[in-house]
């Protein structure tokens, strides 16, 4: 029987703290934390994110605003916009939200954010914090992951913990969280893939983490007997929306699964509520 890993009760728990301490700083200090999130250009899945963003933001007392660049700006001129915001002492976090127009280079823009108000831990100098597991801020989604793996009560050291997508964002930093906790980690990816040798590492796993966004990349089968398994995939299938994990086979074998939508999805808003925060923190 397994147990359904779900987000949002981790969240809410995260939320109330943080709600708690910023109310606490405004009382000290009389300021609190201002999340600026910058889109180019009219984007409806931005706009979901947005939504979330400042619901989650503001039910916490952390001020949001969201500055609407327009689609046809040039690259210098968004740079100036960054420009700007690293020296507006108002400021205490910024997010890029994805995607944005062709002939926009996101990475140079992620790269132009000061590491001190990097919303997303994407900025090199916060990834490479990481590596000696020195931080205040992570890429929001692979801390998600980490946030459910804590709450399961598993202890990571020496356990075989497969990671399956190498992404920037996702795998690859979530690979060095796991190995500061002295996980046995194995990172699978698309050469993993074309070898046909993903079978064989998934069923090693007694720890899961796929975030690959392919329907049903991993079959439930492969799932080894008691396993944690955490979905991060997020993938549109006619109506519905669904993992990357065959969820109703897996979840036979599972331990712990999380539900997609439902698992590492309602957390992510909150850790980049919770780097925001931390960010602010730091400059009080
Ligand atoms: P991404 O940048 O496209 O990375 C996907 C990774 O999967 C890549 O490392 C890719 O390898 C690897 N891959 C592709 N096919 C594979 C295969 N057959 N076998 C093994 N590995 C394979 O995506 P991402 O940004 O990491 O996101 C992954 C999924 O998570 C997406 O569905 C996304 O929507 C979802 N997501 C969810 C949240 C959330 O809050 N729940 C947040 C972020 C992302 P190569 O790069 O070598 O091709």
């Given at each position: ?12 728990k995260?939320?109330?703290a ?7 700083l ?5 300021k ?25 933001a ?19 001129e ?12 108002s ?11 062709k ?20 900025h ?35 356990k ?5 997508g ?12 796991l ?11 698309i050469?993993?893939?074309e ?40 993938n549109?299938v ?27 999805g309602?957390?992510?808003t909150?850790i980049l ?12």
């Open positions: 029987m397994f147990i359904l890993l779900e987000g949002k009760p981790i969240a809410e995260i939320k109330t943080l709600a708690a301490e910023i109310a606490m405004k009382t000290k200090h009389g609190s934390p201002k999340l600026v999130a910058l889109q180019i250009g009219d984007n409806a899945s931005s706009a979901v994110y947005v939504k979330a963003q400042k619901k989650a503001e039910s916490i007392g952390i001020e949001y605003e969201l500055k609407m660049l327009p689609q046809d700006l040039s690259q210098s968004v740079e100036n916009v960054i420009s700007d915001l690293n020296k507006d002492i400021t205490s976090a910024v997010i890029l939200q994805m995607p944005v127009p002939g926009i280079d996101p990475k140079i823009l992620v790269n132009m954010i000061a590491p001190g108000k990097d919303a997303e831990g994407m090199p100098e916060n990834l490479g914090k990481i590596l000696s597991g020195q931080y205040r801020i992570a890429p929001c989604t692979a801390m998600a992951v980490m946030e459910l793996l804590e709450s399961t009560g598993i202890k990571l050291y020496g075989e913990v497969v990671v399956v190498h992404s920037e964002i996702v795998g690859k930093p979530l690979s060095i969280m190995l500061n906790k002295f996980a046995t980690t194995t990172v699978c990816h050469a993993t893939g070898r046909g040798t993903l079978p064989d590492h998934v069923k090693r796993a007694e720890v899961l983490i796929v975030a690959v966004g392919k329907a049903g990349v991993v079959k439930g089968e492969w799932i080894k007997d008691g396993a944690i398994v955490i979905d991060v995939g997020i549109k006619g109506d519905k929306i669904v993992g990357d994990v065959e969820f109703e086979s897996a979840a036979k074998k599972a331990s712990y699964i999380t539900p997609v939508p439902g698992g590492v309602p957390l992510t909150t509520m919770r780097n925001a925060m931390e960010q602010f923190k730091a400059k009080l």
